[in-house]
């Protein structure tokens, strides 16, 4: 693995089904997050992590959850999918620090139907 | 509230210069990022400024002013390459990211 990788690449989803979007970082980066990302939209925040054992709420927390066992991985879970729930959705992570930058994963295209 | 504001779109000429500029408003200021994005990619960093004034990476610079809560990624020399979407992102007081919606730059020969 080099960077932060995501699975699968794409799906499509029943509404009303459970799925959960995998994030791996080798990076051994403190803080991770979840975005979405829709047409004519900025990258919007579900869930963010500043370290393992802990999560946070972003701008769009609804019907989506987090969970942050290790430094390595933050899977994203949509409960019961809704059709608006139809985006591309990045994992990022960065080192925590002041500066922040943050590295991306290649992200995972969901399609709600 | 918060609010990012860049223009959707900008068209330019191969060789030449671009400025893509973005306005910002933020509760709290900790920095402003430029991310590059190439369609059906995912966003790479391009710059950081903090400190108010022009800040140069080769091809590319940067520029704040954070009074006028303002800042622009200069383009020089373009490339086709260059041919992305280009994110503007402030860094809030809960130093959380707040993203523009992007501006999509299209290089002509």
């Known amino acids: 693995i080099a960077g932060i990788t995501q699975a699968p690449t794409s799906q499509i989803l029943a509404a009303g089904r459970r799925m959960t979007l995998r994030c791996t970082q080798d990076?051994?980066?403190?803080?991770m997050y979840w975005y979405r990302q829709d047409l004519g939209l900025g990258l919007r925040l579900i869930h963010y992590?500043?370290?393992?054992?802990?999560?946070g709420k972003g701008e769009v927390p609804d019907g989506y959850s987090v969970s942050r066992a290790n430094t390595d991985d933050f899977p994203l879970t949509l409960a019961s999918a809704v059709p608006s729930q139809t985006s591309v959705y990045f994992c990022?992570?960065?080192?925590?620090?002041?500066?922040?930058?943050?590295?991306f994963g290649p992200g995972t295209r969901l399609t709600v139907l | 509230g918060q609010n990012i504001d860049q223009p959707t779109e900008m068209t330019a000429t191969e060789g030449a210069i671009v400025q893509i500029n973005c306005t910002y408003q933020?509760?709290?200021?900790?920095?402003l990022f430029w991310y590059q994005q190439h369609a059906g990619e995912a966003p790479t960093f391009l710059s950081y400024?903090?400190l108010d004034g022009l800040e140069e990476k080769g091809r590319f610079s940067s520029f704040l002013s954070r009074s006028k809560g303002y800042s622009y990624l200069l383009l020089k020399e373009l490339q086709m390459k260059d041919s992305a979407s280009y994110l503007c992102?402030?860094?809030?007081?809960?130093?959380?990211?707040?993203w523009g919606a992007g501006t999509k730059l299209i290089i002509k020969p």
């Open positions: 990022a992570s960065s080192a925590g620090d002041e500066f922040n930058e943050q590295f």
């Open positions: 990076m051994r980066h403190n803080a």
């Open positions: 992590s500043n370290t393992a054992g802990t999560t």
């Open positions: 933020t509760s709290g200021f900790n920095g």
């Open positions: 400024n903090v």
């Open positions: 992102a402030a860094k809030g007081s809960n130093y959380q990211l707040i």
